[in-house]
């Protein structure tokens, strides 16, 4: 019969298998991309008044629903500017640097997201044939200086990566500003692509988790046990 301590070296050798599964894919994982406040694009001439300038974002996937959420926060009340629009850029596995004339190689995309200081946003693919989509109400909420969308993994099929593979950056723009580069008030992160962040946690946890109950069962059915054969010595 098993004894207790039998079970407890396996919980711990169970737990430190499976810590390299569980923390493998952190380092690709994305944070919040912490943006510094004023760091408005050279050459820029549009509205400061904060609304355009990035404090905070972030933007995670589900793969259970096929949906992705981003999150934004911005140095004053969203709709602040009268010509201020969101463009989130996707690299879904074709994109390519349509900055890099601007010195920004390392921005990708193949896709937009573009979203109004009104709560509206449409969806264009680039690639491989340019179409738009329109949000559905209420997919786009402005709550103050707090900016979230929820979209539609359908409307951004992937073009060579995994969905979960994704990869993203924001560039508020003045489209009060004559059409082109110098519209752009700042880009989070500021020089390259950031990865999506999959949510709800990795496969490896649940298990982890399911591992470790097991043994907790097989745990109690020794306590169990131990207790039958001590009542009837």
């Known amino acids: 019969m098993k004894t207790m301590k039998t079970i407890f070296s396996q919980v711990v050798w169970f737990t430190l298998w499976m810590c390299p599964l569980l923390f493998a894919s952190e380092s690709t994982r994305a944070a919040t991309v912490n943006d510094p406040l004023g760091d408005y694009v050279a050459g820029y001439i549009g509205s400061t008044l904060g609304d355009l300038d990035v404090a905070a974002a972030s933007v995670s996937y589900d793969p259970n629903t096929d949906v992705f959420r981003f999150e934004a926060s911005f140095a004053a009340a969203v709709g602040s500017s009268a010509g201020g629009i969101y463009v989130l850029g996707f690299d879904r596995g074709a ?28 969806v264009t693919v680039l690639t491989p044939a340019t179409a738009s989509t329109s949000l559905a109400a209420g997919t786009v909420v402005i709550d103050g200086n707090q900016l979230t969308a929820t979209i539609d993994g359908s409307l951004l099929p992937s073009q060579g990566l995994d969905k979960t593979a994704y990869t993203w950056n924001l560039w508020p723009r003045d489209s009060s500003l004559p059409a082109g580069f110098g519209q752009i008030s700042d880009f989070a992160p500021d020089t390259t692509n950031a990865a999506v962040q999959v949510v709800p946690l990795p496969g490896a946890l649940y298990l982890f988790a399911a591992g470790l109950g097991v043994l907790l069962r097989r745990a109690g059915r020794t306590d169990l046990n131990a207790e039958r054969v001590s009542a009837v010595s």
Not at 106 to 112: C, G, Y
């Open 95 to 122: 994109g390519t640097a349509r900055f890099a004339g601007n010195g920004l190689s390392d921005i990708v995309f193949d896709s937009v997201v573009v979203l109004t200081g009104s709560a509206s946003g449409t």
